[in-house]
């Protein structure tokens, strides 16, 4: 399996919803969020991970080619990560909220009410799209990783894993000890995986596994000691 990029995440800047293609990336909000859309275009069902303020611009196009958004799936919950949720829930009602249980604490009651908790090992269904849910604390202790295994395999990070580089872990529940547990787990998975950020700190919008073995610092440590050291 080839360890490219897609095409359209190969850029340096975010494509949004491409035809075909099973991840659509934006970038949204003052601090450069990416907001992604899974879509299952066998059944036109599509998840959204980590909504920001604007939820106009994914929900217009999710309209535009015809799916119905099932879920959401939130990495972790810092603001910046969530603030699209209360407008999704006023606008959906009904829609599950995916969440880590020990990040679940920071959602606003009517999320807080609306979510589901997630486990590490757990399996989400998204038509035919099967959804792996890995626990990556390290950033935030209820941080989730996402990873598709489709023809492409395909990580959603959050905070976690930036491109050659790696989240922050002195706010409250970070943890160096669990970022370089997480970082190790991540380094176990297929070198061809694309890494989808929750980010756009550097100029590429994705990177692989492969790439981040070679030219990431935090993929290089071998110790906590070492992943404390890096600035």
Avoid at 66 to 79: A, I, P, R, S
């Amino acid at each position: 399996m080839t360890s490219s990029l897609p095409k359209h995440l190969s850029s340096t800047e975010a494509k949004g919803l491409v035809q075909g293609e099973t991840i659509a990336q934006f970038e949204l909000g003052d601090h450069r969020n990416f907001v992604y859309l899974i879509l299952d275009w066998k059944t036109h069902q599509a998840a959204w991970v980590d909504p920001q303020f604007d939820v106009d611009t994914p929900l217009e196009a999710l309209r535009e080619h015809g799916f119905e958004l099932k879920y959401v799936l939130l990495t972790h919950t810092h603001w910046d990560h969530v603030a699209g949720v209360p407008e999704l829930i006023k606008r959906f009602p009904s829609l599950p909220i995916y969440v880590g249980e020990q990040d679940a604490g920071r959602l606003k009651s009517d999320a807080r009410a609306r979510s589901k908790i997630l486990k590490d090992g757990q399996t989400l269904l998204l038509g035919e799209i099967s959804i792996s849910v890995l626990h990556t604390p390290g950033h935030s202790a209820g941080e989730c990783s996402y990873f598709l295994e489709t023809d492409r395999p395909y990580l959603f990070t959050g905070d976690t894993i930036f491109i050659r580089d790696c989240g922050r872990t002195d706010l409250e529940s970070g943890s160096n000890e669990q970022m370089f547990e997480s970082i190790q787990r991540v380094k176990k998975l297929s070198s061809s995986t694309v890494i989808l950020p929750g980010h756009h700190y550097v100029h590429d919008c994705a990177t692989t596994i492969e790439k981040e073995l070679k030219e990431s610092p935090p993929f290089q440590c071998k110790s906590v000691e070492d992943l404390a050291k890096l600035p």
